[in-house]
């Protein structure tokens, strides 16, 4: 099928700590992965992206990893900070047909 | 670049009335897409145009749902009826492969209360 679906819905870390927000996906076809930061009140903000042949890729603090023997991506934030709080929604790219995940809530303690 | 730019942001109708959406997507984008988030279902494709035309409506949940396309800076989203199970965030994004790769942007949202 075409559905991606996400491991935790919440996630709470201390402001400084590194957070890992993980996704799995089902669909073997998908070649192209992006993760996306909504916050509230907002519509979802393009932080990273990722091609079906690499498994990892690094920005500004973060690091998306892809697994694909086992279908599964995760965003790495380094030295998260409060302004990071927000969810977060990784998504496939398929034929040009993005397909969200259910999302994951991150809170970052001060 | 403005970005996409949806209007109203912010509508609250009542059950049976039309509701019309609009979305201007970013200059130079060759898809367009909509989308609709709520908290039971999260974010889901509506429909989505590439070059104007309608590529996959499989999305759209029933008849009442319409969108349009007319030109390549301007779609609409339609319901008609409204019911108050309509009430959700709709997102309007855009994309060009040749500019931007597959990153699909979105607009800050309308935001439908059916009362």
């Known amino acids: 099928g075409e559905s991606v679906g996400l491991h935790l819905p919440t996630l709470s870390v201390q402001e400084g700590d590194n957070s890992i927000i993980n996704c799995a996906y089902s669909?073997?076809?998908?070649?192209?992965f992006i993760w996306y930061k909504q916050e509230s009140g907002k519509g979802p903000q393009f932080i990273i992206d990722i091609r079906s042949n690499m498994d990892k890729r690094q920005g500004q603090r973060v690091t998306v990893l892809l697994n694909k023997t086992v279908k599964h991506l995760s965003l790495q934030i380094a030295a998260t900070q409060p302004g990071d709080s927000a969810v977060y929604f990784c998504?496939?790219?398929?034929?040009?047909?993005?397909?969200f995940g259910q999302g994951t809530e991150l809170s970052v303690k001060p | 670049d403005a970005g996409v730019i949806q209007s109203p942001r912010h509508e609250v109708t009542e059950m049976g009335q039309e509701v019309t959406l609009r979305c201007k997507p970013i200059?130079?984008?060759?898809?367009l897409f909509w989308y609709r988030q709520t908290m039971m279902r999260g974010l889901e494709l509506l429909i989505y145009?590439?070059?104007?035309?309608?590529?996959?409506d499989s999305g759209m949940p029933e008849d009442r749902f319409s969108a349009k396309m007319p030109n390549a800076s301007f779609s609409t989203l339609k319901i008609q009826p409204s019911e108050p199970r309509d009430s959700a965030v709709y997102f309007c994004?855009?994309?060009?492969?040749?500019?931007?790769?597959?990153?699909?942007?979105f607009g800050e949202g309308s935001w439908l209360t059916v009362v």
């Open positions: 145009f590439n070059n104007n035309v309608p590529i996959d």
């Open positions: 669909n073997s076809a998908s070649d192209y």
């Open positions: 998504a496939e790219n398929i034929g040009g047909k993005l397909i």
């Open positions: 994004a855009s994309s060009s492969y040749r500019s931007s790769g597959n990153t699909i942007y």
């Open positions: 200059s130079g984008h060759d898809y």
